[in-house]
């Protein structure tokens, strides 16, 4: 059975409420409405012009909701939303759900069960005496503490669909992120969803737009090949955004989803039984996926960081694309071999820049503020270095920020000032916003820039050519990615110098 999608609604009045039910139903088979955010109630104006099933959900503060009356007004309440309208009803399996079932009938019953501390092994005996109760429809949610606890949510499920029950199971957090997006293929009669635009009403949730558009939730099948980023924490991380976009484009059934794990041993339990065919290696599993690998690019061996892991057969072979990445877009300006470059940082991006710039032949310094990694690092690829209080006295051709200056939230922040900005090129490594301030100062000053989301495109566009062949579809990569900046910074989108 197809999965339904039931966006969750948090609005503190009863208006809000309705509007949110409309606004959702463009991507919602059903709404829950969380009763316990809405502080003016109203049961027959919030029912009288539903445009799909909406779900009635009143949870109490000792379930993690909001709803502060007593246990007896909750369950008059909850009966009267089922007279009223509602499509169904919420009761957890800790409350009087006796009470419900005996006036609701059992299939507009969701009987949930919450651990908001832990994913417990042993969920089928709980789902076993959750099925006793008769309830139609069965809610697990626990949070997951490792990637590997999806796994348990994932036998839950298949436990559940051989017994032909209801349930809808999924973890919380980011590390349950893929039971959310998972669980329609694993069996799970339902995916919650927050509202576009709007709060979860759950760690990790994803929104509905994400869930219909980019992950695809209805489509995913046992012939989906799954691909992720594996790092810690994920949750800003733009890949499953923009590799998508890239499978999407490729008409290939393929997905792509967080993978936050606790250690390389727990993603390896995940990928034990649900292999993934490709992962972006991300902070802090860069360097111990180098362990990982049976063959190194030439990248990842000289930098010492994997970033990009492809499966070859029963193997990893791991790959740096930060390497083509950062110098994709500088091939496209400059002539590298006679360039004078000066690197801030002395860390995991600076090693990827140094590398491309030194195989090409460009005379490299590394300014940091640690001066003992900026030596580490300059006498492994035959650079200067130099303390960050000559920054000023040095000449270059492209200066390169390497460090995480700027970034947001803190995006009025430069690494150095404006007046010292006297070469031809400034690259930008930070990829939070089109334009950090070192980039404005920059134009200011005359000087050619580059942004770090260039970067960020030409890694993963060097990914989509190892896992999947060329050529890749930069253009609808792209297009992803400039979307998303314009949803969060109008304006934004993504240009080059040119
Ligand atoms: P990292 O390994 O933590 O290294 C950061 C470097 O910046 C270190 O040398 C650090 O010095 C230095 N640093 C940190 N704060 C500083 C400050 N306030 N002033 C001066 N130096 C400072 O991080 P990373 O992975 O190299 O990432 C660096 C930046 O590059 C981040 O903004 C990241 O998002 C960006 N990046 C972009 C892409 C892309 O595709 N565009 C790819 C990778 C990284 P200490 O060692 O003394 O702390």
Request: glycine content about 8%; charged content about 20%.
């Amino acid at each position: 059975m197809p999965v339904r999608i039931c966006v969750a609604i948090r609005d503190s009045t009863t208006e809000g409420a309705v509007a949110a039910i409309s606004h959702a139903s463009a991507w919602a088979d059903l709404v829950e409405i969380r009763a316990d955010y809405i502080q003016d109630l109203d049961l027959g104006r919030l029912f009288c012009e539903k445009p799909c099933p909406v779900l009635f959900t009143l949870r109490s503060r000792e379930q993690g909701g909001k709803y502060s009356g007593t246990e007896i007004s909750r369950l008059e309440t909850i009966l009267k939303a089922a007279r009223a309208g509602a499509d169904y009803v919420d009761v957890e399996y800790s409350a009087f759900w006796q009470a419900v079932l005996e006036s609701v009938p059992r299939q507009r019953v969701i009987l949930s069960y919450h651990n908001f501390e832990e994913t417990p092994a042993g969920l089928e005996s709980l789902i076993e005496a959750m099925a006793a109760t008769g309830a139609g429809i069965l809610k697990i949610a626990t949070r997951a503490r490792r990637l590997s606890d999806n796994l348990k949510i994932a036998r839950a499920l298949k436990y559940a669909a051989t017994r032909q029950w209801n349930l809808c199971a999924l973890a919380m957090g980011n590390e349950g992120i893929p039971s959310r997006i998972l669980g329609s293929y694993w069996g799970s009669c339902m995916a919650f969803a927050s509202l576009p635009g709007s709060e979860g009403t759950a760690e990790g949730q994803v929104s509905a737009d994400e869930m219909v558009d980019q992950y695809r939730v209805r489509e995913i099948g046992p012939e989906t090949q799954l691909y992720g980023v594996l790092g810690k924490p994920l949750a800003h991380s733009l890949s499953p955004l923009i590799h998508n976009a890239a499978f999407s484009a490729r008409s290939l059934n393929a997905l792509y989803v967080p993978l936050e794990a606790a250690d390389l041993d727990d993603f390896l339990e995940f990928d034990a039984s649900y292999p993934v065919q490709g992962v972006s290696v991300t902070i802090p599993f860069n360097e111990v996926a180098c362990t990982l690998a049976h063959s190194l690019s030439v990248e990842a061996s000289e930098t010492g960081a994997v970033n990009t892991l492809v499966r070859q057969k029963s193997e990893w072979h791991g790959e740096n694309t930060d390497v083509d990445g950062f110098m994709r877009p500088l091939r496209r300006h400059m002539h590298i071999g006679r360039m004078r470059a000066v690197v801030l940082g002395a860390g995991g991006a600076a090693r990827s820049v140094v590398q491309g710039l030194h195989a090409q032949g460009a005379s490299v310094c590394i300014v940091a503020r640690d001066a003992a990694k900026a030596k580490l690092l300059a006498d492994k690829f035959k650079a200067e270095h130099a303390p960050w209080d000559q920054l000023q006295h040095l000449r270059w051709d492209l200066l390169v920020n390497a460090t995480p200056v700027g970034m947001y939230p803190e995006v009025e922040r430069s690494p150095m000032p404006a007046e010292w900005l006297t070469g031809e090129w400034v690259y930008d490594l930070v990829y939070s916003s089109r334009e950090t301030k070192l980039l404005k100062d920059a134009v200011r000053q005359g000087c050619k820039t580059l942004a770090g989301v260039e970067m960020f495109l030409g890694q993963a566009v060097r990914q989509q050519q190892l896992w999947c062949g060329d050529p890749a579809p930069e253009r609808a990569m792209r297009e992803a990615l400039d979307a998303w900046m314009i949803r969060t910074a109008p304006g934004a989108e993504i240009r080059s110098s040119e």
